[in-house]
């Protein structure tokens, strides 16, 4: 009976020799544990690794930018409709008829017609030297630069494709020189249309992301 055979005990549970069972916990579940954790290293400085790419590549924090961008794309607060632009009425323009052609009576037809439109009429008349046959298109309208975003439009609904040109006046009437090309004015529909599509007010512009 060897002395580390505990009283009382014998037959199988006696202990002989001088090797004793070791209590150590078995090799294949450590190992199993050291792979598990060697993986979460591994997958975690994968994932930080790739933060870091993506942080490098977006020029900052990404979740700031995506943060950033989805502010820009939200839907702009409704904006009020744009006042319509300050035009005069055709009362308020006063319009010289010149004719430029050779053709007798257009001068006065064209101005009765406009005055039947509601435009003041001034002189009437032959149209200068300097523009006398010499305006090939069907009408210019001459005035002071300020009649570029006033009286200029507001005449020319009456007539599509007449050129616009200033000179150095500070009056605010206009010249209407009936140029060779000059047929008839613009239908009083069409005119008067195009009038209510002038003075409607402008819608305000989408946003992009």
Known sequence: MS???PPG???KYRITGDVHPRMRRPRRRRRIALASLAAVVVLGAAGW???QLIDV???G????????RGADCKPAPKASTPPAPVLPKPAQVTVNVYNATPRGGLAKATADELKK??????KVGNAPAAYDKKVPGAAILLGAPTAAKGAFPV???????????TDTRTTADVDLIIGTAF???????TADAALVALNAPRPAPAKKC
């Open 117 to 122: 439109r509601g435009f003041t009429i001034g």
């Open 9 to 11: 005990m014998g037959g």
């Open 155 to 165: 005449l020319g609904t009456q007539l599509k494709g007449a050129a616009t040109k």
């Open 61 to 68: 924090d990404g979740t700031a930018n995506a943060a950033a």
């Open 3 to 5: 002395m580390l055979t």
């Open 183 to 189: 047929k008839t004015l613009d239908a009083k529909t």
């Open 49 to 51: 690794g790739t933060m």
């Open 57 to 59: 590549f977006s020029g």
